[in-house]
């Protein structure tokens, strides 16, 4: 079945407690993105990769790092979890470079930091 | 950059009624206007899209409008039916092509 596969589904950790969110599409999409949700901000695009080795940032992309070592994964690390991160995250993947087609969506995963 | 209203942020609608969602973008060369919906607790998925070289695109009871001079596009749902209910995203593509701008959602919600 194609699809994007996050994991964990929903983490609580303690404010500067490294982590990573770990991302996986079995489509073979070059493209790929991390959002956040956050009640009445929509999705806002923390960082995306256009294809292997080459990663950029979006619009908030401030505590985050990710690496795009393999077209297969795209991992979310926050080296130094604060509470102001605690949301919903999402990663997504297209077909092509760039952002001109469907995105397929993680099913998400829930973070707190406490 | 490209910025993206979306309103209204709640909508109620009776089972069988019609319902619009409306966007403005900022960005004039934007040419891609995505719309997506979220059922609870999974990840949005893209239900219609248009172009800037159409003005309408419509698939079943979903609809999408393009205006490119205002430059506001609208979802208008027909028939409303139960499964309907959803939080629904409007989006728009950013000029330089590498992302998706999204806006802030509509949760909408059918009355039976």
């Known amino acids: 079945e194609a699809q994007v596969t996050q994991n964990p589904r929903y983490l609580i950790t303690v404010t500067g407690k490294k982590l990573t969110v770990t991302c996986s599409q079995n489509?073979?999409?070059?493209?790929m993105s991390w959002y956040r949700q956050d009640p009445g901000l929509g999705l806002r695009q923390i960082y995306y990769s256009m294809n292997v080795e080459v990663t950029d940032k979006g619009d908030v992309p401030e505590g985050y790092k990710v690496s795009r070592k393999e077209k297969r994964n795209f991992p979310l690390i926050l080296e130094s979890p604060s509470p102001n991160q605690t949301s919903l995250y999402f990663c997504?993947?297209?077909?092509?470079?760039?952002?001109?087609?469907?995105?397929?969506f993680g099913q998400g995963t829930r973070l707190t930091v406490v | 950059g490209e910025n993206v209203e979306q309103h209204p942020s709640t909508l109620s609608v009776q089972e069988g009624d019609s319902a619009v969602i409306k966007c403005t973008y900022s960005?004039?060369?934007?040419?891609?206007f995505p719309w997506y919906k979220q059922e609870l607790g999974k990840g949005p998925q893209l239900i219609i899209d248009i172009r800037s070289n159409v003005g309408e695109k419509k698939d079943q009871r979903i609809a999408v409008t393009l205006n490119k001079t205002a430059k506001h596009f609208s979802l208008h749902i027909t028939e409303t039916q139960p499964e309907d209910s959803a939080v629904y995203f409007c989006?728009?593509?950013?000029?330089?092509?590498?992302?998706?701008?999204f806006g802030s959602g509509t949760r909408l919600s059918i009355r039976p």
């Open positions: 997504a993947s297209s077909p092509r470079q760039g952002a001109r087609t469907e995105a397929f």
């Open positions: 989006a728009a593509l950013d000029s330089s092509a590498s992302k998706i701008i």
């Open positions: 960005d004039s060369a934007s040419n891609y």
């Open positions: 489509m073979n999409h070059e493209y």
